[in-house]
C-alpha cells in the first residue's frame, strides 16, 4: 500500500519510493496555501503528485489511499461586505418608503371617501337608514328587460361597472363607469338626465348632448337598452326631512 507524506514545504510525495521530497529536491520550493473548493484541493502540485500515485497504485494493484488536504478558504474583502450592506439597507429603505406610501394613499381614499359621503348621501338618509326614492328607471327592451333600478336624491350614475349606482352588466355596449347620470334636484324637486363624457345616450329618441328634465313616461336609450323613467318625487309630492 503506498505511503503518502507531506514534506515541510507542503507538498505530497510516496514515502516507499523516495527518502525525500522529489518536488523539494527539483527546487520547486515552499508550497502555497492550498485554496479549497468543496473540500478539494485546487493546486497543481497536489493533483499531480495525488493522480500519478493513484495511476501507479491501480496499475500495481495496490489500495488507493486519497490523501485529505487542509487549506484555508477564500472570503469576501471588507470592501465588499460593506457595499452589500449598504445595498441591503437602501434596498429596506425603498420597501418602507413604498409601504408608507401605498397606506398613506388609501387613508388618503378613505378620508376621501367620508367626506364625499358627507356631503352627497349622509344628508339624503332618513334617521331610520333609509335612502328616500324618487323615481326608477324601468327596463322595457334590451338584456334587463322586466328589472327597475331605484333612484335615489342626488346624482345616480349609470354604467356596468359594480360601484356605478345603476348597473347594467349584461349591455356591452354600455360603458363601465358614468355612461350617462340621473339627477334628482331637491331644491327644485325636478329630475335631470345628463350625458357622460363621449358617450351615446338618447332622450325620448334623440341624441342627448345637454342635460335634460325627466318627466314620467319618458324613454331613455343607453347602448342597446331602453328605459322608462317613473318619477315619485314631483309636483306638491317630495320628501322632507322629520324636522320640517
Known sequence: MSRLVKCENGHFYDADKYAKCPNCSRGAGPKKDVVMEGGISTDLDDVKTVAMNIRGNIKSGRSVRIPKVSGRTIKPSNEILDREEQRMRELQ????????SLEEQVTL???????????????????????????????VNGEE???????????????????????????????????????????????????????????????????QQLCSGDAVEIGETKFIFISFCEGERVWKNEEE
Not at 381614499?109 to 328616500?132: L, Q, R, W
Not at 328587460?145 to 349584461?170: A, E, F, P, Q
Open 145 to 211: 328587460k322586466g328589472r327597475d333600478y331605484r333612484l335615489i336624491r342626488g346624482r345616480n350614475r349609470i354604467g356596468r361597472d359594480s360601484d356605478m349606482d345603476v348597473t347594467i352588466r349584461k349591455d356591452q355596449k354600455v360603458t363601465r363607469e358614468e355612461h350617462c347620470s340621473v339627477v334628482y334636484d331637491e331644491k327644485s324637486n325636478l329630475t335631470f338626465l345628463v350625458p357622460g363624457n363621449g358617450t351615446l345616450t338618447y332622450y325620448k329618441g334623440e341624441m342627448l348632448r345637454q342635460p
Open 93 to 100: 429603505e425603498k420597501i418602507r418608503y413604498h409601504k408608507d
Open 109 to 139: 381614499a378613505k378620508e376621501s371617501y367620508e367626506i364625499d359621503n358627507d356631503k352627497t348621501v349622509a344628508v339624503h338618509v332618513f334617521e331610520n337608514g333609509i335612502e328616500p326614492v324618487v323615481g326608477w328607471l324601468v327596463c
